[in-house]
């Protein structure tokens, strides 16, 4: 089984931290992807990778930057955190067999 | 982009009957159309996927349904138990597994 492990089930941060959020995927995908989920508001796509050090927007990439120095790992980063990015992580890896998505990381942002 | 809308946002159903839940997506070059279920407190989990070569799939009780020319799909949940009860949601892509764009998810219900 494809294992997409968060590094973190619960954050509490304060305002203006710098935040960062870990996922590690052991199964050599190369899609890797992070979505935040909010009631009534789905999933929606902060961030995706296709390859060690490349990037792309989603749809909601505003306050929010990534990392990806090793194929296995793509980290979130909130340079400085505000109240509305309270939510719940959600990180994803991909192959042809579909999406696989870690356990998820709940930030709460005080 | 892909917009997809699922509706209802939230079904409640009887156990033993029938639940259906349909999405719409806007754009005509998507070919892939996965379901993620999502029980509280958990991750969201690939329940079944349709090509846009089929129009119907079947895995025992879940069956996804793909109308191209309408640009909708449907999932079709039999003989609905208390396990079903989660958030179901849809997604279409352009580019398989690359990226999919994901509906807002479904509410279900099962009333014992």
């Known amino acids: 089984d494809v294992k997409v492990t968060q590094s973190s089930r619960y954050l509490v941060k304060r305002t203006g931290e710098k935040v960062f959020l870990e996922c590690v995927q052991d199964?050599?995908?190369?899609?890797m992807f992070w979505y935040r989920q909010d009631p009534g508001l789905g999933l929606r796509l902060i961030y995706f990778?296709?390859?060690?050090?490349?990037?792309e927007k989603g749809d909601i990439p505003e306050g929010y930057s990534v990392s990806r120095e090793k194929k296995e790992r793509f980290s979130l980063i909130l340079e400085s955190a505000s109240t509305n990015q309270t939510s719940m992580y959600l990180c994803?890896?991909?192959?042809?067999?579909?999406?696989?998505f870690g356990s998820g990381t709940r930030l709460t942002v005080v | 982009g892909e917009n997809v809308e699922q509706h209802p946002s939230t079904l409640s159903v009887q156990e033993g009957d029938s639940a259906v839940i349909k999405c719409t997506y806007s754009?005509?070059?998507?070919?892939?159309f996965p379901w993620y279920k999502q029980e509280l407190g958990k991750r969201p989990q690939l329940i079944i996927d349709i090509r846009s070569n089929v129009g119907e799939k079947k895995d025992q009780r879940i069956a996804v349904t793909l109308n191209k020319t309408a640009k909708h799909f449907s999932l079709h949940i039999t003989e609905t138990q208390p396990e079903d009860s989660a958030v179901y949601f849809c997604?279409?892509?352009?580019?398989?597994?690359?990226?999919?764009?994901f509906g807002k998810g479904n509410q279900v219900v099962v009333i014992p």
């Open positions: 754009d005509s070059a998507s070919n892939y």
């Open positions: 994803a890896s991909s192959s042809k067999s579909g999406y696989t």
């Open positions: 990778s296709y390859d060690v050090k490349m990037k």
């Open positions: 199964m050599d995908h190369e899609n």
């Open positions: 997604a279409a892509s352009s580019d398989g597994n690359n990226r999919l764009a």
